[in-house]
């Protein structure tokens, strides 16, 4: 048992990365999304609540989680700053 414990100790912490990194990308498409069309009220509150989270994670989580959910918040920002593209017109 001894020879498994490091694997799983390792698989553990890869799958805590990948689950910081989609929350992140899922929380950051969510406050980006919604702060474009909302009044300056909800975007105060968007905006304070995803700091006091990543300030929360970066205090309270290891660092490679911490950095995980940041690129997945990344992500997210680029991805909602990319332009729509015009749907298509059937004739």
Partial sequence: M?????YLALLGFLLRAL?????????????????KNS???????????????????TAFSSPGSAGAFALGAG?????????MRAPKQSS
Wanted: charged share 5%; net charge negative.
């Fill in 2 to 6: 001894d020879q498994v414990t490091p």
């Fill in 19 to 35: 689950g910081f990194l989609v929350v992140g990308f899922a929380v950051g498409h969510f406050t980006f999304g919604n702060y």
């Fill in 39 to 57: 009044e300056w009220q909800v975007k105060i509150a968007l905006a304070l609540g995803f700091f006091v989270l990543l300030v929360g994670l």
């Fill in 75 to 83: 992500g997210a920002y680029f991805i909602s700053m990319m332009p």
